[in-house]
Protein backbone atom coordinates (compact mmCIF):
# COMPACT_ATOMS: atom_id res chain seq x y z
CA UNK A 1 0.00 0.00 0.00
CA UNK A 2 1.79 3.41 -0.96
CA UNK A 3 2.28 6.14 1.53
CA UNK A 4 0.38 9.72 0.94
CA UNK A 5 3.33 12.12 0.80
CA UNK A 6 3.05 15.97 1.45
CA UNK A 7 2.68 16.74 -2.28
CA UNK A 8 -0.69 14.26 -2.24
CA UNK A 9 -2.26 16.17 0.43
CA UNK A 10 -1.58 19.45 -1.04
CA UNK A 11 -2.93 18.22 -4.18
CA UNK A 12 -6.27 17.06 -2.32
CA UNK A 13 -6.53 20.23 -0.46
CA UNK A 14 -6.31 22.37 -3.47
CA UNK A 15 -8.81 20.25 -5.21
CA UNK A 16 -11.00 20.62 -2.08
CA UNK A 17 -10.72 24.17 -2.28
CA UNK A 18 -11.86 24.42 -5.70
CA UNK A 19 -14.85 22.03 -5.11
CA UNK A 20 -16.46 23.51 -2.33
CA UNK A 21 -14.66 27.06 -2.47
CA UNK A 22 -13.19 28.94 0.57
CA UNK A 23 -16.33 30.23 2.18
CA UNK A 24 -17.78 26.82 3.00
CA UNK A 25 -14.46 25.31 3.35
CA UNK A 26 -14.76 26.17 7.39
CA UNK A 27 -18.60 24.74 7.90
CA UNK A 28 -17.50 21.62 5.82
CA UNK A 29 -14.38 20.98 8.30
CA UNK A 30 -16.05 21.38 10.96
CA UNK A 31 -18.82 19.23 10.22
CA UNK A 32 -16.59 16.60 9.15
CA UNK A 33 -14.54 16.65 12.21
CA UNK A 34 -17.52 16.51 14.57
CA UNK A 35 -18.66 13.29 12.21
CA UNK A 36 -15.08 11.61 12.40
CA UNK A 37 -15.23 12.57 16.51
CA UNK A 38 -18.74 10.76 16.74
CA UNK A 39 -17.68 7.55 14.66
CA UNK A 40 -14.44 7.10 16.59
CA UNK A 41 -16.49 7.33 19.83
CA UNK A 42 -19.61 5.06 18.85
CA UNK A 43 -16.61 2.53 17.83
CA UNK A 44 -14.48 2.69 20.87
CA UNK A 45 -17.63 3.54 23.25
CA UNK A 46 -16.48 6.19 24.78
CA UNK A 47 -18.89 8.86 25.66
CA UNK A 48 -18.85 12.63 24.94
CA UNK A 49 -17.75 14.84 27.71
CA UNK A 50 -21.17 15.86 29.24
CA UNK A 51 -22.67 12.46 29.16
CA UNK A 52 -22.67 10.37 32.20
CA UNK A 53 -21.89 6.97 32.79
CA UNK A 54 -25.22 4.42 32.81
CA UNK A 55 -24.17 3.15 36.47
CA UNK A 56 -23.93 7.56 37.97
CA UNK A 57 -27.65 7.91 36.51
CA UNK A 58 -28.82 4.73 38.25
CA UNK A 59 -26.82 5.75 41.71
CA UNK A 60 -28.38 9.28 41.68
CA UNK A 61 -31.83 7.60 40.87
CA UNK A 62 -31.57 5.58 43.70
CA UNK A 63 -30.35 8.56 46.10
CA UNK A 64 -33.17 10.60 44.99
CA UNK A 65 -35.61 7.57 45.43
CA UNK A 66 -34.70 7.64 49.30
CA UNK A 67 -34.60 11.04 49.57
CA UNK A 68 -38.43 11.45 48.74
CA UNK A 69 -39.19 8.66 51.14
CA UNK A 70 -37.78 9.82 54.20
Same mark, same amino acid.
Given at each position: MPNIGPLEVVIVLA???LIVGTARLSP? %??SLGSGIREFKGAVTGH? /??GEEAPSAERQRAA???SD /?? %?
Open positions: ILVF %AKR /QVTDR /QS %A
